[in-house]
Nanobody, 116 residues
Framework: QVQLMESGGGLVQPGGSLKLTCEVS????????MGWYRQAPGGQRDLIAG???????KIKEHVKGRFTISKEEKWNAIYLQMNNLRPEDTGVYYC??????????WGQGTQVTVAS
């Protein structure tokens, strides 16, 4: 199993930047892919960006050109660099690990608030 811990969220003005970190511990060799998800207030958890050992695989259309997902050489950590933030980017950001064949793990989330 693995444990995920997100950090880096906070309050930022529109146009600002944040870098989220998801630290991973445990049996990281069993991880196949990871991703960042956002849950807006009252909404569901939606994929923002995904990554495998081959590199980024998915990026939500509305964050293209503004957000970048990256990872360490091994699955020690993944990152989400968020630039030119907008109020609609507000939400709780979670990282997820796809582990083995059918298992997924989630972190506890980090709040991102974009407001003047």
């Amino acid at each position: 199993q693995v444990q995920l811990m997100e950090s880096g969220g906070g309050l930022v003005q529109p146009g600002g930047s944040l870098k989220l970190t998801c630290e991973v511990s445990g049996n990281i060799d069993m991880i196949n892919a990871m991703g960042w998800y956002r849950q807006a207030p009252g909404g569901q958890r939606d994929l923002i960006a995904g990554i495998t050992n081959a590199g980024p695989t998915k990026i939500k259309e509305h964050v293209k050109g503004r957000f970048t997902i990256s990872k360490e050489e091994k699955w020690n950590a993944i990152y989400l660099q968020m630039n030119n933030l907008r109020p609609e980017d507000t939400g709780v950001y979670y990282c997820k690990a796809e582990y083995g064949v059918v298992t997924t793990y989630w972190g506890q989330g980090t709040q991102v608030t974009v407001a003047s």
